[in-house]
């Protein structure tokens, strides 16, 4: 849907909030999600649940997600 995070907050700046057209949507206000753009990562956690790496799943995309996480550790977050 996006090519990069910036894309993705600013997609979600135009798709939060409420909807008058969809009984699930509930009017409160959001956050401006580009405002975290730039910001120091230091502290952040990633979870990553057990469930995700399951029997079947391709090797291929674990293989990449697991060397995801490793960019991330060495981010030092």
């Given at each position: ?32 999600y580009t405002a ?42």
């Amino acid at each position: 849907m996006t090519k990069d995070v910036r894309d993705a907050a600013m997609l979600m700046n135009v798709i939060s909030g409420h909807d008058r057209r969809d009984s699930t949507s509930v009017n409160i206000g959001v956050p401006d999600y580009t405002a975290a753009l730039g910001k120091e990562v230091s502290g952040m956690r990633v979870g990553i649940p057990r469930e995700y790496f399951t029997a079947g799943l391709d090797r291929e995309i674990e293989d990449a997600v697991r060397q995801a996480l490793k960019v991330l550790e060495g981010m030092k977050m």
